[in-house]
């Protein structure tokens, strides 16, 4: 039987992220999740570990729906409370998009600027200014926060348990960053379905996700494979013309509450 074996959150795009029993599936995808980014403050453009690999040291928590917290080993940690829709608009940019976000203030971009030794700001993505979703993989209305491209990424245990085995190592599922993990089905089973039911939430597998450099970073430390892996190994069997994959993004349709355990239904 396919069931939800792990459930994972990232409020602020490539810092750390939390794992959770139970989460809510809003309009965005995960309730709280890449809500936030972090934005170089001349340029507005989005910050990720692929440039700054010590993003990975810092915690990002959210405590209760409109309050943020932020934490690295030996500093003082900062809650963030998110700051109105329409105030302090900061123009910013995540890939191809360009969009008006608010800004979340000084306070925020001095801690965060102090670590990451660079001047950058912290912004907020409220769902009356999100993405539309690429609309070759999406429909109208389909929407996004500051994720890469997609509500959601999911990926089977076992697929990460058979690249595990072909790299010679233990990997942490944290190098990937999905949201849901499904457990109960072969290596990559995944690349086949197409609509899934988990509790009352029904998602459409849209894309398969494909795979720059951060999985090469230790998720805690940011510290680069100097083997290059997982990524060299990946490239030997999940390479295409267009890239690297590994998991599959996806698209809620409908809103609910998912639960570690929660048995996973394909429907097609």
């Not at 810092?58 to 109105?84: Q, Y």
């Not at 720059?212 to 490239?235: F, M, N, V, Y």
Request: charged share 25%; aromatic share 6%.
């Amino acid at each position: 039987m396919l069931r939800l074996s792990a459930l994972y959150r990232f409020p602020v795009k490539s810092l750390g992220g939390e794992m959770l029993q139970r989460a809510a599936v809003d309009g965005l995808g995960l309730a709280g999740d890449r809500r936030w980014m972090v934005v170089d403050a001349a340029s507005g453009r989005f910050l990720t570990q692929r440039q700054v690999g010590r993003m990975a040291q810092i915690g990002a928590c959210w405590l209760d729906g409109a309050t943020l917290e932020l934490s690295v080993a030996g500093r003082a940690s900062l809650t963030v409370a998110v700051p109105p829709a329409d105030e302090a608009l900061r123009g910013v940019t995540v890939w191809g998009d360009s969009l008006q976000a608010p800004d979340a203030g000084d306070a925020a971009a001095a801690w965060l600027s102090a670590f990451l030794d660079r001047d950058c700001r912290l912004v907020h993505v409220p769902a009356s200014r999100a993405r539309q979703v690429d609309t070759a993989y999406a429909q109208v209305g389909d929407q996004v926060g500051f994720a890469d491209g997609f509500p959601l990424l999911l990926i089977g245990q076992a697929s990460l348990d058979d690249l595990a085995a072909r790299v010679g190592r233990p990997l942490e599922m944290l190098r990937f960053r999905p949201n849901l993990v499904v457990e109960g089905a072969e290596p990559y089973a995944e690349d086949g379905w197409g609509r899934l039911r988990i509790g009352a939430v029904e998602f459409e597998r849209v894309k398969p996700c494909s795979r720059c450099a951060i999985p090469t970073l230790d998720p805690h430390s940011g510290e680069r494979a100097a083997d290059g892996e997982p990524l060299r190994t990946l490239a030997t069997y999940r390479r295409d013309a267009d890239g690297v994959y590994f998991g599959q993004n996806l698209i809620q349709r409908g809103t609910g509450v998912l639960e570690v355990g929660m048995p996973v239904v394909l429907l097609d």
